[in-house]
């Protein structure tokens, strides 16, 4: 090593440092991770950025004497003496460093970790030496040890195979599966992210995964536009909706679990005055809400529901098909993009000569399909359709801007007539277990047209809280009832608000009104006995 301080080996040192204040016995240096220390038998990442692989091999360059050997060697730095190993692990370099006074020169290292072969931001600049909050002494990391499975993940051994992946995931009711390099696979169950206790995932598996259920005209937009999005059917178990895309040039994907059995509107508590507004015979019916909100299974239902008791022609345009109908009462038709038309747009404009009753469009992504769901509308077709808002005031402005402003007006005037009523939701955890929905209730009355047509929308909020009696509800309001039903904590039904610091306000006047309550009573009581 050179007398000389090199900037990668004044790093070193303020890394080394920084472990023996700390108590940690191992400083490891590896691609695509922040630097690590080993406390105890945990490993915790730094604040800072992952090392780019090429900066590992800099490190072990600026420390490692000259003729050592890379798999063991002994340095000296202003904290004392140390033993070093650099290894390769499934094409990534690790340095492993034992801090002085942990072990003796001629200690080997513990395992270094299984790391992504994946190129990593690039992390040549200053490394910021702040610990994280759970890698200081004494901290829990909140005893299930998720903490651990992703800052040293263990290393890779067997293999991943879809089948049991998917299996695992059908039985254990998972609503998302994460597949990433350098990770376990990490399932989203109940909302909560949870790491699997299996091998780590490297560019190899991720992209043999990909590659065991992806159709090869979807890897074909893979390569050319760096993602892609498709539906499977796994067995008899599930539907999965896939988006596979790149990431730091190695492949990831997130599969959406579909259940095959369908939910009935009354099992997942959608509102009545939902199945009243899906039966009329015309208009736009819109159910919003943040991914994962549940929109595509609200809409399921209301499908279904229809399809076992009226004789209409359904045509679902979806990105990719999610939910299987079966033709029952109705003749059901269902279009995807990519396979069966090239665009939502193109295929609502084709639907309208294919004698529908019903059309679902997946998602009104752009102008051009807000547009031909609105004219689908207007001439005498019901049209179901999804849009990321969380409100029903939001959707109806977020329809309106989407226009330029010189056809904004003449929208105002069509929206107003076309929409039916909107549907914004969220899920938000249950106390036991378990996903609850919360709805907020547009029903588009005369009245409200006009505010529609007057560009007043602002005033949609409180003509909702004036139309209980025609089933509508602001979200807030549902989420109060869900939370004074004990249903759902405080802290997630103020997560979920649209008005956060009134719905706060609001429930503690409540709890202090229940105390109040109680408090009245006993005095009562004690009167009572008194007497």
Request: hydrophobic share 40%.
């Amino acid at each position: 090593m050179s007398t000389a301080t090199s900037p990668h080996q004044a790093q070193i040192e303020r890394l080394l440092q920084l472990a023996q204040e700390n108590g940690a016995s191992e400083v490891r240096l590896s691609g695509g991770y922040a630097p690590m220390l080993k406390l105890g038998d945990q490993m915790r990442p730094l604040k800072t950025k992952p090392l780019a692989p090429e900066d590992v091999q800099l490190y072990a360059a600026a420390i490692m004497p000259s003729g050592a050997d890379p798999k063991m060697f002994s340095f000296t730095s202003p904290v004392g003496s140390h033993t070093g190993s650099l290894v390769e692990i499934q094409g990534t370099k690790v340095l492993v460093l034992r801090v002085a006074g942990d072990a003796g020169a001629g200690a080997a290292p513990a395992a270094a970790p299984a790391a992504a072969a994946a190129p990593a931001a690039a992390g040549g600049g200053d490394i910021e030496l702040d610990i994280a909050e759970e890698a200081k002494p004494g901290h829990q990391g909140g005893g299930d040890g998720h903490h651990d499975a992703f800052a040293m993940p263990k290393e890779a051994v067997g293999s991943i195979q879809i089948d049991k992946l998917l299996t695992a995931a059908v039985k254990g009711g998972v609503s998302d599966i994460h597949i990433t390099v350098g990770l376990p696979p990490v399932f989203r169950m109940s909302g909560a992210m949870t790491p699997q206790n299996t091998k780590v995932l490297t560019a190899e598996d991720t992209n043999g995964l990909m590659k065991a259920i992806t159709p090869e005209r979807c890897q074909a937009e893979l390569a050319e536009k760096g993602g892609c999005d498709f539906g499977f059917a796994f067995k008899d178990m599930a539907r999965f909706r896939v988006s596979v895309f790149k990431q730091k040039g190695t492949i990831a994907m997130v599969l959406r679990q579909i259940p095959n059995k369908m939910l009935t509107p009354e099992q997942l508590g959608v509102p009545e005055v939902c199945k009243k507004m899906a039966q009329r015979p015309r208009g736009l019916f819109l159910v919003t809400g943040p991914t994962g909100s549940g929109k595509s299974t609200t809409l399921a239902s209301l499908i279904n529901f229809i399809n076992e008791t009226h004789d209409h022609h359904i045509i679902t345009i979806e990105d990719p098909i999610e939910f299987y109908h079966k033709s029952k009462k109705c003749t059901v038709n269902q279009r995807e993009i990519g396979t069966d038309v090239t665009s939502f747009s193109e295929a609502l404009r084709r639907a309208l000569r294919q004698d529908p009753d019903i059309i679902l469009v997946g998602e009104l992504r752009d102008l051009e399909t807000i547009e031909a769901a609105i004219s689908a509308a207007e001439t005498g077709h019901v049209v179901f359709g999804t849009l990321h808002t969380s409100s029903a005031q939001g959707t109806v402005n977020r329809i309106i801007d989407a226009f330029p402003t010189n056809q904004q007006e003449q929208v105002r005037t069509q929206l107003s007539t076309a929409i039916i009523g909107v549907v914004s939701q969220a899920l938000i955890p249950k106390i036991g277990g378990g996903r609850v929905a919360a709805y907020e209730i547009l029903v588009v009355t005369p009245a409200i047209g006009n505010l529609i047509r007057e560009n007043k929308t602002f005033r949609i909020n409180s003509s909702i809280q004036t139309g209980a009696k025609l089933g509508m509800q602001l979200l807030d309001d549902h989420l109060f009832k869900l939370w004074n039903e004990k249903k759902i904590t405080k802290e997630n039904a103020i997560a979920k608000s649209q008005a956060p610091d009134d719905l706060t306000q609001r429930i503690f006047n409540a709890e202090r009104g229940i105390f109040e309550e109680l408090e009245e009573g006993s005095k009562r009581g004690k009167r009572d006995q008194d007497h």
